[in-house]
């Protein structure tokens, strides 16, 4: 049996932060934290309108489902980050699953807000979670997601770099394209938040598996991992909630789908399992995972944030 890794060993100094052993870490933990916003904070007024106007009955129904099943999937990714962070024993990386746990909530709340403004009737609002939790593409990416809670560290890890990586891919694509066509500003701006969360996620899980693991998962295993991730995530806008929004199609989608798994393939190092390029020019084509720490700031919510000094910090807690 594999040594038990390092950051997952119980440690006296676990329960505080400084001096900080793992800079690296650290500094993801600040970089998402410099990003934080709440759901109360953007502005759906002008989503009404356009709702009400500019959408075809066909568009405003497929956006119901997709919502509704986008707030049903946040209990899928809670999960498998709580499971993380019980199991880490680094505080950089506690600290940093534990502010990913806090914006999972938030993302809930937004995609129901949305809902709650989308869908004025009561029944139809109580249906749709029901509806959507129910088929056959949830309850299969729930039950993959479902056997990684018990799984080595190291292969939950991967399994939340697909999660968070190419589970919403389908997703960024209807978003990406109302952006483009000037539509519901509300839910683009807050599409668009939760799209730069999610990348760090994903970046973040990369980083630790590659950098801080010593028992880290095979290629094989990460190949087989990704690509039935990619095979579900086709499935739900082919079959399961088929994309039908005006610029889109489900074959377009699945090469832009095969373009961001290869991309993940490679910063496990893979290698590519498509070679595909995106087909849509409004999408942000640079979906590589930047193992390193991003220097994004959640759009306008940009936070004035103090720049820690650890060294500082040091000197002046006497150590």
């Not at 000037?182 to 730069?196: F, K, S, V």
């Not at 991992?225 to 082919?238: G, K, N, S, V």
Request: hydrophobic share 35%; proline share 4%; with cysteine.
């Amino acid at each position: 049996m594999p040594n038990k890794e390092p950051i997952l060993k119980d440690n006296k100094d676990r329960f505080v932060i400084f001096p900080v052993k793992h800079n690296d870490i650290w500094d993801w933990f600040k970089q998402a934290q410099a990003t934080f916003w709440t759901a109360e904070e953007i502005d759906f007024h002008q989503d009404v309108q356009d709702w009400n106007t500019k959408l075809s009955s066909r568009e405003q129904n497929y956006l119901k489902q997709l919502l509704a099943f986008m707030a049903a999937s946040q209990d899928l990714s809670r999960n498998l980050t709580a499971s993380l962070n019980t199991e880490i024993k680094e505080p950089g990386s506690g600290s940093f699953f534990g502010f990913q746990q806090m914006m999972e909530n938030t993302y809930r709340e937004t995609f129901s807000m949305l809902l709650n403004i989308y869908i004025p009737e009561e029944a139809e609002y109580e249906e749709l979670p029901e509806k959507v939790t129910s088929s056959k593409t949830f309850i299969e990416r729930s039950n993959w997601q479902a056997a990684f809670e018990t799984a080595a560290f190291a292969e939950r890890l991967v399994a939340m770099a697909a999660l968070k990586g190419i589970f919403s891919t389908g997703t960024a694509c209807v978003i990406n394209r109302l952006k483009n066509r000037n539509l519901l500003p509300g839910l683009t701006y807050a599409g668009n938040l939760i799209a730069r969360d999610l990348e760090t996620h994903r970046d973040f899980a990369c980083y630790l598996h590659n950098n801080h693991l010593t028992n880290r998962v095979s290629k094989a295993r990460i190949r087989e991992i990704l690509l039935q991730a990619h095979r579900i995530e086709e499935q739900f806008f082919t079959s399961c909630l088929p994309i039908n929004m005006s610029g889109l199609s489900p074959a377009a989608t699945t090469q832009h789908l095969e373009f961001v798994t290869d991309a993940l393939l490679e910063a496990f190092g893979c290698e590519k399992e498509f070679g595909s390029e995106s087909p849509y020019a409004f999408m942000n084509n640079t979906p590589s995972p930047q193992v390193g720490i991003l220097e994004r700031r959640a759009g306008e919510l940009k936070k004035t944030t103090k720049e820690q000094d650890t060294n500082k910090i040091n000197q002046n807690t006497g150590h």
